[in-house]
């Protein structure tokens, strides 16, 4: 026994040996592959070695290693996770799987293996830097930081790693030690491709263009496949005041010879029913609080329901406020940073995208490639570095308006434009902006304070010429400037030298840093009047000047980068400050400056000026922006050609030769099956003129399932954009009453005056009592709600705190017999004489067959002091609050079917009311009300259950209740 196994063991040496040499020449083999990049061969021979040898680690590292290295990180995932079950402390393993998570977007694990790495091995070169990169991804630059310098550590020659370490310099502003990075880099890697566009980005940074394009230009020359230089050049070339428009033109035009497949690639074919939902795709690396983000919120928000599935492809990882906004909007949001081109352009063509949008052009985060696969029927252009032709063909429209590219300039455009009736934007201030504009700063400087807060890229050496003619045309004037490059000694001097030559101290500059956003807006309240930068203008800081009531005054430049500032003037009803000609530029500062008073109520109303505008008007904008993406949809379905879509003030929309306007086919666009259907519209009287500032009312006036009589007593609404809306009918200087002529109490503060005495009264809530004041008296027409004739139905009463709610509801109770809803403001601390409360209105209401239902917006006062902050200012005492008053309990069994979805319909629109929206749902048919549960998501698809065909509202013509009122207000008074 003894003797045999003696036998066997001496027999089993030189297998193992056998083994183990065979097991070394194949890792060699596989290595020789892998180094040389032969992957395709590599891999075969690693999957060779795990079925031989199954309890060798190696085999299945090196296998999940060159599936990673060749794109499949999903499934090098599985491989390494075995290598490590065999070899759990190996820590190349533990650094690759770290880089394959990190590949598939799986962050948090990415970042638990090449910690675990780095435990073993702080020296680890692989993982500081994937750590780093994770890191910078998620704005921890200090960790990055701490990383990247790690990595340099253990090897200080690494030129990757000190390109990284720069690219983080610039993202923190620190451009000294970007430039000490980059510079010494460059000189010793001449032909280093990725330096040379890195510095160049840089250049282009700190304004040094001629440098930065020489430097592009090399990089290109050097390797000509690379899009990403070229692309970085086209941008750049924009800030360069010494190209002209057919330069430019000349320069996008070249991605499409260069870059683009040489054959066109076959475009994927999905429905082509015009009249069924779209799916549109957002390729994006700016929807989060960026200037992307915050320029499609608001259209987004108010795009039609059932009409679009939106498709986010997001290029960034940051989860911020705008971003969370945006979230709830998308079908599906698709975080895509560690996605290859080829495997993006996949991803679309199999969700299947209609309409792809790219928002990122050539800037940060660029996904041209994938564009230029044409992964969808139809591609358009829209926010997103956008400031010329993308120069890709594979792009059928650029979305624009009648500013940025006036008529004449299609030629300059490879896309076909879509010309917008208002801004091509849509403005929506963060909800952190919350600082007034304060007073204006020159009555307490004795001097105007200029300002721009652009980057500070877009200021060159022409402009501050102008600038500085301008300053020596006001005497004392001073100019602010804020931005990263600030922080630059050598840039600070640059131009202070250059305003210098011109004849400007130092003295007069101001140039500040970088600061967080919030504080950055905060700063115009320093400001009087916002310079815009030439020949690249402002976007988003225009609209911030405005929203901070600094009016900015701008020279459109050559391109449609250079006109951003004069699309969002005009369209905010100020064309006046767009200058034709740098004479003119600074005649409207000058005429501004002169006038300190003026200046000063410009100040204190341009906000609402610029909320009330097309600018802001998410409602308008998403009609608009539905019937753009409708239109080209249709063609698309005719089988034509992308064309010119050129939209009129009105709203109406012309393919260019086409006779007539884009008429959309008439559709369902069911909410997973659930459709409101009515005949007819909701009617809706609101006394106040508080309906007109409502985004929901503004959506069911585009939709046509309501039409709105407005009175407005103290004319507070006439610079309201829904009092021009199709289906309103605006009466200001007027009020509901008794019929006899009445009596308006203006106050100084418009929103407390009204046809009830203000009350004088130390007590009143602090915000109220200034406000309060009265300044005069003034007669106002009266209408008894009674004494209206040819009024179809009244659905939807609307009444104010600052008139006669109990007069007006005494002379209407023969009209508001039918009434579904009564919305009526109540106090409960008193600021005016007679007002109703809540024990008068119900009253009535009861009396009149309502029933009290809820307080709906309570309004709280604070009594705590107002230098405590706003967000610690706690308010407990009720002030105000909406009562809502139903139909009695009698009077809901005795509706119509019609009047149940009406009335259902209503509270789920403009209050968000489900349980009685579905309560009264039921009253008129089961399955409706279940196909509503399961639309809000309150409940599953029942098995078997198939969502009925539904027709969309159809409202039929009502006769008009214009003239009536007419007559009332012209011949009664």
């Given at each position: 026994?003894?003797k045999?196994?003696?036998?066997?063991?001496?027999?089993?040496?030189?297998?193992?040996?056998?083994?183990?040499?065979?097991?070394?020449?194949?890792?060699n083999d596989?290595?020789i592959?892998?180094r040389?990049?032969?992957?395709?061969t590599?891999v075969p021979l690693?999957?060779?070695?795990?079925?031989?040898?199954?309890r060798a680690s190696?085999?299945?590292?090196?296998l999940?290693t060159?599936?990673?290295?060749?794109g499949?990180a999903q499934?090098?995932?599985?491989?390494?996770?075995?290598?490590?079950?065999?070899q759990p402390?190996?820590?190349?393993?533990l650094?690759?799987?770290?880089?394959?998570?990190?590949?598939?977007g799986?962050?948090?694990?990415?970042?638990?293996?090449?910690?675990?790495a780095l435990?073993?091995d702080?020296?680890?070169?692989q993982?500081?830097?994937h750590?780093?990169?994770?890191?910078?991804q998620r704005?921890?630059?200090?960790?990055?930081?701490e990383?990247y310098?790690?990595?340099?550590e253990?090897l200080?020659?690494?030129?990757?790693a000190?390109?990284?370490?720069a690219?983080?310099m610039?993202?923190?502003r620190?451009y000294d030690?970007?430039?000490?990075?980059?510079?010494p880099l460059?000189?010793?890697h001449?032909?280093?491709?990725g330096v040379?566009t890195?510095?160049?980005?840089l250049y282009?940074?700190m304004?040094?263009?001629?440098e930065?394009?020489?430097r592009?230009?090399?990089?290109i020359?050097?390797?000509?496949?690379?899009?990403?230089?070229?692309s970085n050049?086209?941008?750049?070339?924009?800030?360069n005041?010494?190209?002209?428009p057919?330069?430019?033109?000349?320069i996008?035009?070249?991605?499409?010879?260069?870059y683009a497949p040489?054959?066109r690639p076959e475009?994927?074919?999905?429905d082509r029913s015009?009249?069924?939902p779209?799916r549109?795709?957002?390729v994006s690396a700016g929807?989060?609080?960026?200037?992307v983000g915050?320029?499609?919120?608001?259209a987004?928000?108010h795009?039609?329901?059932?009409?679009?599935?939106?498709y986010a492809?997001?290029?960034?990882?940051v989860?911020d406020?705008?971003?969370?906004?945006l979230?709830?909007l998308?079908e599906q949001w698709h975080?895509?940073?560690?996605t290859?081109?080829?495997?993006?352009?996949?991803?679309?063509?199999?969700?299947?995208i209609?309409i792809?949008?790219d928002?990122?052009g050539?800037?940060?985060?660029?996904?041209?490639?994938v564009?230029?696969?044409?992964p969808a029927?139809?591609?358009?252009?829209?926010?997103g570095g956008l400031f010329?032709?993308?120069?890709?063909e594979?792009v059928d429209y650029?979305?624009?308006?009648?500013?940025e590219?006036?008529q004449?300039?299609d030629?300059?455009y490879?896309?076909k434009?879509i010309?917008l009736?208002?801004?091509y934007?849509?403005?929506?201030p963060?909800?952190?902006?919350?600082d007034d504009?304060g007073?204006?700063?020159?009555l307490e400087n004795?001097?105007?304070t200029l300002?721009c807060?652009n980057?500070?890229?877009?200021?060159?050496?022409?402009?501050?010429?102008?600038?500085a003619?301008?300053m020596?045309q006001?005497?004392g004037?001073?100019?602010?400037?804020k931005?990263?490059q600030y922080?630059?000694?050598?840039?600070?001097?640059r131009?202070y030298?250059v305003m210098?030559?011109h004849?400007i101290?130092?003295?007069?500059?101001?140039?500040?840093?970088?600061?967080?956003h919030?504080?950055l807006?905060?700063?115009y309240?320093?400001?009087?009047i916002?310079?815009?930068p030439?020949p690249?203008s402002?976007?988003?800081?225009t609209?911030?000047a405005?929203y901070?009531?600094?009016p900015?005054v701008t020279l459109?430049?050559?391109?449609f980068?250079g006109?951003?500032?004069a699309?969002?003037l005009?369209?905010?009803?100020?064309p006046?400050l767009?200058?034709?000609?740098?004479e003119?530029?600074?005649?409207?500062?000058?005429?501004l400056?002169?006038d300190l008073?003026?200046?000063?109520?410009?100040r204190q109303?341009l906000?609402?000026?610029?909320?009330q505008?097309?600018?802001?008007?998410?409602?308008?904008?998403?009609?608009?922006?539905?019937i753009?993406?409708?239109g080209?949809w249709q063609r698309h379905?005719?089988?034509?050609a992308?064309?010119t879509?050129?939209f009129?003030k009105?709203g109406?929309?012309?393919?260019?030769?086409?006779?007539?306007?884009v008429?959309?086919?008439e559709?369902d666009?069911?909410?997973?099956?659930?459709?409101?259907r009515?005949?007819?519209?909701i009617?809706?009287?609101?006394n106040?003129?508080r309906?007109?500032?409502?985004?929901?009312?503004?959506?069911m006036?585009?939709?046509?399932?309501?039409?709105?009589?407005a009175?407005d007593?103290?004319s507070r609404?006439?610079?309201?954009p829904?009092k021009?809306?199709e289906?309103v009918?605006?009466?200001?200087?007027?009020t509901l009453?008794?019929?006899?002529p009445?009596?308006?109490y203006?106050c100084?503060?418009?929103?407390?005056?009204g046809?009830?005495m203000p009350l004088?009264d130390e007590y009143?809530?602090?915000?109220v009592k200034n406000?309060?004041?009265?300044?005069?008296?003034?007669?106002?027409?009266?209408?008894?709600l009674?004494?209206?004739e040819g009024?179809?139905?009244?659905?939807?009463?609307?009444?104010?705190a600052m008139n006669d709610s109990v007069?007006?509801?005494?002379?209407?109770?023969?009209r508001?017999?039918?009434?579904?809803?009564?919305q009526?403001?109540?106090?409960?601390q008193?600021?005016?004489d007679?007002q109703?409360?809540?024990?008068?209105?119900s009253h009535?209401?009861?009396?009149h067959?309502?029933r009290f239902?809820?307080?709906?917006?309570p309004?709280h006062c604070s009594?705590l002091?107002c230098d405590?902050?706003p967000?610690?200012r706690?308010?407990?005492e009720?002030?105000?609050?909406?009562?809502?008053?139903?139909?009695s309990h009698e009077?809901?069994?005795?509706l119509?079917?019609?009047q149940?979805?009406k009335?259902?319909?209503l509270?789920?629109?403009a209050f968000?009311i489900?349980?009685?929206?579905?309560?009264?749902?039921l009253n008129?048919?089961?399955?409706?009300?279940?196909?509503?549960?399961?639309s809000q998501?309150?409940v599953?698809?029942?098995?078997n259950q198939l969502?009925a065909?539904?027709?969309a509202v159809?409202?039929?013509?009502e006769?008009?209740?214009a003239?009536?009122?007419?007559?009332?207000?012209n011949?009664?008074?």
């Amino acid at each position: 026994m003894s003797k045999r196994k003696r036998r066997n063991g001496t027999a089993s040496k030189p297998n193992r040996q056998v083994r183990a040499d065979q097991l070394e020449s194949l890792a060699n083999d596989f290595l020789i592959h892998y180094r040389a990049k032969q992957l395709d061969t590599a891999v075969p021979l690693a999957r060779e070695i795990t079925e031989r040898y199954p309890r060798a680690s190696f085999g299945w590292k090196a296998l999940g290693t060159a599936l990673m290295e060749s794109g499949d990180a999903q499934g090098a995932v599985a491989q390494l996770e075995h290598a490590l079950e065999l070899q759990p402390d190996n820590n190349e393993t533990l650094t690759n799987l770290g880089k394959a998570l990190q590949q598939l977007g799986r962050y948090e694990e990415a970042e638990a293996r090449l910690n675990q790495a780095l435990e073993q091995d702080a020296d680890n070169y692989q993982a500081n830097m994937h750590l780093a990169g994770i890191h910078q991804q998620r704005g921890r630059h200090d960790r990055a930081l701490e990383h990247y310098e790690r990595s340099l550590e253990s090897l200080p020659d690494a030129v990757l790693a000190k390109m990284r370490k720069a690219s983080l310099m610039v993202e923190r502003r620190d451009y000294d030690q970007a430039l000490a990075i980059l510079e010494p880099l460059a000189e010793q890697h001449p032909k280093a491709v990725g330096v040379l566009t890195n510095l160049a980005n840089l250049y282009g940074t700190m304004g040094r263009f001629d440098e930065a394009e020489a430097r592009y230009r090399r990089a290109i020359d050097l390797q000509p496949d690379a899009w990403l230089a070229f692309s970085n050049y086209y941008f750049t070339a924009h800030y360069n005041p010494r190209h002209e428009p057919d330069t430019l033109f000349a320069i996008g035009r070249q991605w499409q010879q260069r870059y683009a497949p040489t054959v066109r690639p076959e475009r994927p074919a999905t429905d082509r029913s015009a009249a069924r939902p779209l799916r549109i795709g957002l390729v994006s690396a700016g929807l989060k609080t960026h200037p992307v983000g915050q320029m499609i919120l608001g259209a987004l928000e108010h795009l039609p329901k059932g009409q679009f599935h939106l498709y986010a492809y997001s290029d960034s990882l940051v989860d911020d406020a705008t971003a969370r906004r945006l979230k709830p909007l998308m079908e599906q949001w698709h975080e895509v940073p560690h996605t290859s081109h080829p495997d993006l352009a996949r991803m679309i063509r199999d969700d299947a995208i209609d309409i792809l949008i790219d928002m990122t052009g050539h800037t940060s985060g660029s996904r041209l490639p994938v564009i230029a696969e044409e992964p969808a029927p139809l591609i358009v252009k829209w926010v997103g570095g956008l400031f010329n032709t993308t120069g890709v063909e594979a792009v059928d429209y650029l979305l624009s308006d009648v500013v940025e590219t006036p008529q004449g300039s299609d030629d300059h455009y490879l896309e076909k434009l879509i010309r917008l009736p208002d801004d091509y934007i849509c403005y929506t201030p963060p909800r952190h902006l919350t600082d007034d504009p304060g007073p204006l700063p020159a009555l307490e400087n004795g001097s105007i304070t200029l300002g721009c807060f652009n980057n500070p890229a877009k200021i060159n050496e022409v402009l501050l010429e102008q600038w500085a003619t301008l300053m020596h045309q006001l005497p004392g004037s001073r100019l602010l400037l804020k931005g990263g490059q600030y922080t630059n000694a050598d840039y600070c001097d640059r131009l202070y030298w250059v305003m210098e030559e011109h004849g400007i101290n130092r003295e007069r500059i101001l140039l500040e840093g970088p600061a967080p956003h919030k504080e950055l807006v905060a700063t115009y309240r320093r400001v009087d009047i916002a310079l815009d930068p030439w020949p690249y203008s402002g976007g988003l800081t225009t609209c911030e000047a405005l929203y901070m009531g600094v009016p900015v005054v701008t020279l459109p430049g050559p391109s449609f980068a250079g006109r951003h500032s004069a699309t969002h003037l005009v369209n905010a009803g100020l064309p006046e400050l767009v200058a034709g000609d740098w004479e003119e530029y600074r005649q409207r500062v000058i005429e501004l400056a002169s006038d300190l008073e003026s200046l000063g109520r410009i100040r204190q109303h341009l906000r609402q000026v610029l909320l009330q505008s097309p600018v802001c008007d998410g409602p308008r904008f998403a009609h608009h922006l539905t019937i753009a993406l409708r239109g080209i949809w249709q063609r698309h379905c005719e089988g034509k050609a992308p064309q010119t879509l050129t939209f009129d003030k009105e709203g109406k929309a012309w393919f260019k030769g086409e006779q007539k306007p884009v008429q959309l086919p008439e559709s369902d666009f069911p909410e997973d099956g659930f459709q409101w259907r009515f005949e007819g519209k909701i009617i809706a009287m609101d006394n106040g003129s508080r309906l007109l500032n409502s985004e929901v009312v503004g959506q069911m006036l585009q939709r046509g399932t309501m039409e709105l009589i407005a009175f407005d007593p103290a004319s507070r609404a006439l610079q309201a954009p829904l009092k021009k809306q199709e289906g309103v009918h605006y009466y200001p200087n007027a009020t509901l009453g008794d019929g006899a002529p009445g009596t308006l109490y203006a106050c100084q503060d418009p929103e407390q005056s009204g046809t009830l005495m203000p009350l004088q009264d130390e007590y009143l809530p602090e915000g109220v009592k200034n406000g309060n004041r009265l300044l005069t008296r003034l007669p106002i027409s009266t209408v008894s709600l009674n004494k209206i004739e040819g009024l179809p139905s009244l659905d939807w009463l609307v009444l104010d705190a600052m008139n006669d709610s109990v007069c007006i509801l005494e002379h209407g109770g023969d009209r508001l017999c039918n009434t579904l809803l009564l919305q009526v403001r109540v106090v409960f601390q008193p600021t005016h004489d007679r007002q109703p409360n809540l024990a008068e209105v119900s009253h009535w209401a009861t009396r009149h067959g309502f029933r009290f239902y809820r307080l709906n917006d309570p309004q709280h006062c604070s009594l705590l002091p107002c230098d405590v902050s706003p967000e610690e200012r706690q308010a407990t005492e009720l002030y105000s609050a909406d009562a809502l008053f139903l139909p009695s309990h009698e009077r809901l069994q005795e509706l119509t079917p019609a009047q149940c979805t009406k009335l259902a319909f209503l509270l789920h629109t403009a209050f968000g009311i489900r349980d009685m929206a579905y309560r009264l749902l039921l009253n008129e048919d089961q399955q409706l009300a279940e196909q509503y549960l399961i639309s809000q998501g309150l409940v599953s698809m029942l098995d078997n259950q198939l969502p009925a065909e539904s027709p969309a509202v159809s409202p039929k013509e009502e006769e008009t209740i214009a003239d009536e009122l007419d007559r009332l207000l012209n011949n009664d008074f």
